[in-house]
């Protein structure tokens, strides 16, 4: 009498799960397209600080307003900003994968050199519009937590290469060391993964404040306003395959 192995329903759930991040594994790029990187910018975004979903899922409750990147000048802050809110994700929140580009393309570029090749990094971090349906059917959320953000040494090689104006005041890159949570629902009991990930945001945030006038010295206006007033995502590295 043969028996029957068939897997078992969490674990067909894990592979659901796994399968929507499996092409992200792939292995390519380094500092690809930060200095002579994409030069035609996408449609702009909204500027309102998140994305609204239009309807609730099943007729559910009110919709919820995806948050927006948290605004810093300090470097390490806002790039750990940027990671978890790259990773924070709810399938059953009524939005798809574009709504969340939309509202971490708001934290990009302002002058819109390097949107669409941002545009195109982020998608590789999020699941394709099929996988996430398939990962709604089980309610899957996902999180990140960060062990540490550090700038690379191959950062620091990179600037010293550097030819003078290459790199704008400000540019800096931090890796990104954690671990991406995803939770779901299956048969009314909650099942769990744990993947280890790593990468690199590039990024450029205001430089250090001009040096307050000498008494009787007039103050230097010539730098006028074009200064950012605040850090902003330049490109991403792929998923594990950051900068060391």
């Known amino acids: 009498m043969k028996t029957s192995h068939a897997p078992s329903p969490r674990r067909r759930l894990i592979v659901v799960i796994a399968a929507g991040v499996v092409f992200l594994l792939l292995a390519w790029v380094g500092i690809y397209g930060l200095i002579t990187g994409p030069r035609t910018a996408p449609t702009p975004s909204p500027g309102e600080p ?3 979903a239009t309807a609730p899922p099943d007729g ?7 948050p927006a990147v948290p605004h810093s000048s300090d470097p390490e802050e806002f ?13 059953s929140s009524g939005f798809m994968p574009l709504d969340y580009t939309t509202v971490l393309l708001d934290a990009g570029d302002p002058t819109g050199t390097e949107q669409a090749g941002l545009a195109a990094d982020i998608a590789l971090y999020l699941p394709t519009r099929d996988a996430w349906t398939g990962l709604r059917e089980y309610g899957t959320t996902q999180h990140l937590t960060i062990d540490t953000a550090t700038v690379p040494d191959a950062w620091d090689d990179a600037v010293a290469q550097a030819r003078p104006g290459q790199l704008a005041p400000g540019t800096t890159a931090y890796t990104i060391d954690g671990t991406r949570h995803r939770d779901g629902v299956w048969n ?9 990930v790593a990468f690199t945001i590039f990024l450029r945030c ?12 007039k103050p230097d ?23 060391r």
């Open 50 to 52: 998140g994305a609204t």
């Open 60 to 66: 559910g409750a009110s919709p919820v307003r995806i």
């Open 79 to 91: 790039a750990r900003g940027f990671a978890e809110a790259l990773f924070a994700w709810d399938t």
């Open 188 to 196: 009314g009991e909650p099942v769990t993964s744990e993947h280890e």
């Open 206 to 217: 205001p430089p250090d404040p001009t040096p307050s006038p000498s008494p009787g010295e």
């Open 221 to 243: 206006t010539t730098t006028g306003d074009e200064r950012p007033a605040r850090c902003h995502v330049l490109r991403l590295s792929q998923l594990d395959n950051p900068l």
